[in-house]
């Protein structure tokens, strides 16, 4: 029991940086997407796999569990904190994942590996994330783990879990195959001549298929593959230059990546044990494949950030045992330094500057103004006969998740991505900048005599969905009565 107190204290520190004001920080626009289609499951028991603009079901199944657990059974009784909870729980489990080769690298090597994991800036914000992201690496790390037990003893079972595990990354997310082919080609560079029984091979690449034409469907599963490198290599939205990670990772995580880097320089040495070798193999190319593809996004990261911290706690082993028993102490004191800085960044990126553009895995977040949208309609609500039953209508083009996760409380909301000259206006409307002329046009000159009414401005201030995008309130002024101020 003395010898788990280390791994026991790493997790306490891990969940106090994870699982604190999980709803404190604005919907991203994908978090909100992915609720939405969670809500159909949950009430309709449907999940449709799009692979052009969805990922797979296995974070929506995940998901399930927790709503049940908290009583959740429709999309308008989910809170973000039980969303949250997948992504959270995904991310400490990960922290144990080096305790399982404390046996082969050393106890030393896993508790460094182990408190990087638990106090990494980017591990711990995109644990508190409702994407897949999270799910994707502790199911990458499982993976590694059952390979290296295949290899150190070959055993049918074993490579039936290691093909189910590559065929439920895949349903978590298409850029597991990024990952798997790391690990296959990375395992191939380290084993040499050592090549799995055929019958093995057959195995996992049967159980991988079976997996993923379970819960994506034959066509789709093969479809998706198709999709995925076509916005990888083609599609003009978020494209970054090949240092994007870099630059981006380097602010809060850049003690990981100085450690993940110094242990790349002992993994790649042939003097090292095979795990070693395979870890810093593997992360090389899954770096280089991510940093290649023009496709960019902060969260794509953490696959070869996780294989960075592992290296990280090597480096931390190997630089501990080339110091003097005497000066231990001081060493002890620049490691408790290095994981209160870390506890420090960890805290700001995910709480303070959660959502603040400067915050560079805040990309493209939400502000805080949706708040203020929110309180500005239920303002209106209250004074109006219908309540929240009151008609609603919002126009733009653009992406304005995730503004119905917000409204999903007021059922009479509409959608326009025109104005339409023979509807009627209702008696909110929310409205990106470049629609103003039509709706201007549209309430006081299309609109017959008599049917005309004044509209106020709902906001009073400038509103922004996320950085760029503006949008504003139009309120029938002889419904709106302003009752508060309109700040922050």
Known sequence: MRGARPYLLILALAALVRL?????????????????????????????????????????????????AAGVRDYGGMTEAVLRMVPALAGLLLVFFPMVFAGVLGRRQALAACTLTALSPAMVYYSR???????LVLLSAAAIATGYFYACRARLGLALLFGALLGLMFATKETAVIAGAAMLLAAAFVAKRKIPAWRHIAAAAAAAACVAAVLLGPQEALGSIAVYFRRALMEGRHVHPWYYYLRTLAPADGLVLAAGLAG??????????PLVRFLGLYTVILAGVYSLVPYKTPWCSLGFL????????????RLAGLVPRASRLPGAALA??????????????????????????????????????????EAFAAQHPDGRNVPVQIFGTQNLWPLPWYLRSFPRVEWWRGVREDATPAPVIIAV????????????????????????DLFARKVELRPGLELRGYARQDLWRPTAPPDR
């Open 20 to 68: 604190p004001q999980l709803a404190g920080r604005p919907m991203h626009a994908d978090e909100a997407i992915l609720a939405d289609k969670l809500g159909t499951l949950l009430e309709k028991g449907l999940w449709q796999y799009d692979p052009g603009d969805y990922h797979g079901p296995v974070l929506a199944y995940a998901s399930v569990i927790s709503c049940l």
């Open 129 to 135: 994330f409702y994407i897949p992201e999270m799910v």
């Open 264 to 273: 790349l320089c002992f993994a790649l040495r042939r003097a090292e044990q």
């Open 306 to 317: 996780h294989g960075l911290i592992l290296l990280g706690g090597l480096a931390f082993d």
């Open 336 to 377: 408790a330094i290095c994981a209160l800085y870390l506890g420090y960044a960890a805290f700001l990126t995910s709480h303070p500057y959660a959502s603040d553009p400067r915050n560079g895995y805040a990309y493209a977040h939400t502000t805080r103004d949706v708040y203020f949208i929110r309180d500005r309609l």
């Open 433 to 456: 900048p470049d629609m103003e002329p039509a709706l201007i046009h549209w309430l006081y000159t299309a609109r017959p005599p008599g049917e005309r009414h004044l509209y106020a």
